[in-house]
C-alpha cells in the first residue's frame, strides 16, 4: 500500500520561474493537505483540498501561489514567479476522511518536496 | 490560537539510554489531539505517536511513550533505550477535533550518540 507519493523530491528554479509540486495521496485518500516548512523552522499549514473543491486557503500566499486536486491525477501545489523566500520543504499529507468523521484527526506526510530558489 | 511550544533546540544522548523530550501546548478547545512526529536527515516526516486529549492513558508505542498532563498542557515524549536510529528532529503538533490543521513546534535536534 503506497503512501503519500510527492515529486520531484528536489527542484532547483531561478528567480522569477514557475515551480509545479505533484502529490499522489494514499490509496482511498480524498483528501489532500499542503504544508511549508522553512529553514530551521517547523511545517505550517498551507491549503486542503478535496477532489475538485479547495476546502481552505487560509494559510496560502495571497498572491503567486495555487493550488489544485484535479478529478483525475495528482494534487498540484503551483507557485508562480518564485522568489530566495519560497526556499523550503513542501510536505502534502492525505487522509481517508474529513476531520469530524471519525479519522482521529491523523494525517499521513509524504516525503517532501524541497524547492531551491538560486 | 492554538500554540506549540519546543524549548529545547538540541538534545543528545547516549546510546541505550532514556531521554525526555519537552513540548508545551496552548488551547482553548475542550477535545483535540497531539502528535510526534520524527523527521531524521532523509527529511521525511513519521508519526511516532498520537495522544487524544480526552484519554487519560499516556499513549505508548514500543520504546516511545509519552507524559500527557492536561492540566499542565504538557506533553512530553520519553524514548526508551535510544538507538542510533533515533538521531532526528523532533516536532510536536497539536490539532483541534474536527479541524485538519495541524499546529508545529520547532521542533528538538536529538543526537543519539555511540
Known amino acids: 500500500n503506497a503512501g503519500v507519493m510527492q515529486n520531484p523530491r528536489h527542484l532547483v528554479r531561478r528567480r522569477g520561474q514557475e515551480a509545479r509540486l505533484r502529490c499522489s495521496p494514499m490509496k482511498g485518500h480524498s483528501h489532500v493537505y499542503w504544508y511549508r516548512q522553512l529553514p530551521e523552522e517547523g511545517l505550517k499549514f498551507m491549503v486542503y483540498l478535496q477532489k475538485e473543491n479547495i476546502i481552505d486557503e487560509s494559510g496560502m500566499p495571497k498572491e503567486r501561489f495555487s493550488a489544485e486536486f484535479p478529478k483525475e491525477g495528482p494534487s498540484i501545489l503551483r507557485i508562480q514567479q518564485v522568489v530566495r523566500g519560497d526556499s523550503a520543504a513542501y510536505f502534502c499529507?492525505?487522509?481517508?476522511?474529513?476531520?469530524?468523521?471519525?479519522?482521529?484527526?491523523?494525517?499521513?506526510f509524504g516525503e517532501g518536496s524541497w524547492l531551491t530558489v538560486v | 490560537a492554538q500554540t506549540v511550544t519546543q524549548s529545547q533546540p538540541e538534545m543528545s544522548v547516549q546510546e541505550a539510554e532514556t531521554v525526555t523530550l519537552s513540548c508545551t501546548y496552548d488551547?482553548?478547545?475542550?477535545?483535540?489531539?497531539l502528535f510526534w512526529y520524527k523527521q531524521p536527515p532523509s527529511r521525511q516526516m513519521i508519526l511516532v505517536i498520537r495522544?487524544?486529549?480526552?484519554?487519560?492513558q499516556n499513549a505508548t508505542e514500543n520504546r516511545f511513550s509519552v507524559n500527557f498532563q492536561k492540566a499542565a498542557k504538557s506533553f512530553s515524549l520519553k524514548i526508551s533505550d535510544s538507538q542510533l536510529g533515533d538521531t532526528a528532529m523532533y516536532f510536536c503538533a497539536s490539532s483541534t477535533s474536527g479541524t485538519y490543521k495541524y499546529i508545529f513546534g520547532t521542533g528538538t535536534r536529538l543526537k543519539v550518540l555511540a
Open positions: 495522544q487524544e486529549a480526552y484519554k487519560q
Open positions: 499529507a492525505s487522509s481517508s476522511k474529513s476531520p469530524g468523521q471519525g479519522a482521529g484527526n491523523t494525517i499521513y
Open positions: 488551547t482553548s478547545e475542550s477535545n483535540y489531539y
